[in-house]
């Protein structure tokens, strides 16, 4: 008899997979929300409920207003809820209730893939194709795959699963066999999220939680707009990338960073003396 976790990731078309027994590791994203929980909620709870029901109805609250309001630094900035509304899927609704055996699913239709080769994935996790050489990862060693090539790009199989893709490669004599259309790169968009604006100083360079951050000289005296995205300072100007940095600054001075969205006052000089 199927338990009610199980019951709802089977109507959402969802795989339970178990992970090995006392290996954290292999569970990042739930230690990590424990993390979270601990220092946003459990701390700050501690000896404020007198029941039992108490802390769990506020545990909930709390979890809830994670969900659907508190902005994630994985989301760009935006609730997780925001994501899943993206989707647009329609979702299985779930009742609690009893959960009887459910009728035999018929099988879902499976995109068709074209015919492939087999091959063995050598001792450096590696297959031979066409001459060429494809890394599938060490993990794979002594496996047997399958090597699907279409539109110029090569999937590697394993199991039904596509493990690596790679682009084709060609030899000198084969040139005529890969044409490839001239991409014209331009500007992405970029992500929304919590932003300020810095001044760039003369050299292009923007200042953020105390961190020099690199714009470029083009960009020398005007202001830019600075976001943390997905572990990343991402500097804009009019929507549009300029550059992207690892993060470099205290995470703890970002708070004060985001309540100074314009900077902070620059001082002026008058004839009595200095104003702020």
């Known amino acids: 008899m199927p338990v009610l976790f199980d019951r709802i990731c089977r109507d959402n078309g969802i795989k339970h997979l178990?992970?090995?027994?006392?290996?954290?590791?292999?569970?990042?994203?739930?230690?990590?929300?424990?993390?979270?929980?601990?220092?946003?909620?459990?701390?700050?709870?501690?000896?404020?409920y007198a029941t039992l029901a108490e802390l769990q109805a506020a545990l909930d609250a709390w979890v809830h207003d994670y969900n659907t309001a508190r902005p994630h630094q994985s989301c760009g900035g935006r609730p997780p809820a925001e994501r899943f509304q993206l989707a647009g899927r329609n979702r299985a609704a779930v009742e609690v209730g009893p959960v009887s055996e459910p009728a035999t699913p018929p099988a879902p239709a499976r995109a068709t893939r074209p015919a492939g080769v087999s091959r063995w994935v050598n001792a450096h996790g590696k297959i031979s194709l066409g001459g060429f050489t494809y890394a599938v990862g060490a993990s794979y060693a002594g496996e047997p795959v399958e090597a699907v090539v279409a539109g110029g790009l090569v999937d590697i199989v394993h199991a039904g699963v596509v493990i690596a893709t790679h682009a084709q490669r060609f030899r000198e004599d084969q040139a005529d066999r890969a044409p490839r259309a001239r991409i014209t790169r331009r500007a992405r968009d970029a992500t929304a999220g919590l932003t300020v604006t810095r001044l760039a100083n003369g050299t292009g360079v923007v200042s953020f939680a105390g961190t020099d951050y690199q714009a470029g000289r083009r960009w020398a005296r005007q202001s830019i707009e600075v976001s943390i995205v997905a572990g990343s300072v991402q500097l804009s100007r009019d929507g549009k990338i300029i550059r992207v940095h690892p993060i470099r600054h205290d995470r703890a001075r970002e708070l004060g960073a985001f309540a100074n969205p314009k900077g902070r006052p620059r001082r002026k000089n008058s004839a009595v003396g200095t104003v702020v």
Do not use: I
């Not at 178990?18 to 909620?41: D, Q």
């Open 18 to 48: 178990l992970t090995k027994p006392y290996s954290p590791t292999t569970t990042g994203k739930v230690e990590r929300l424990h993390k979270t929980m601990r220092a946003e909620f459990f701390r700050a709870a501690d000896g404020q």
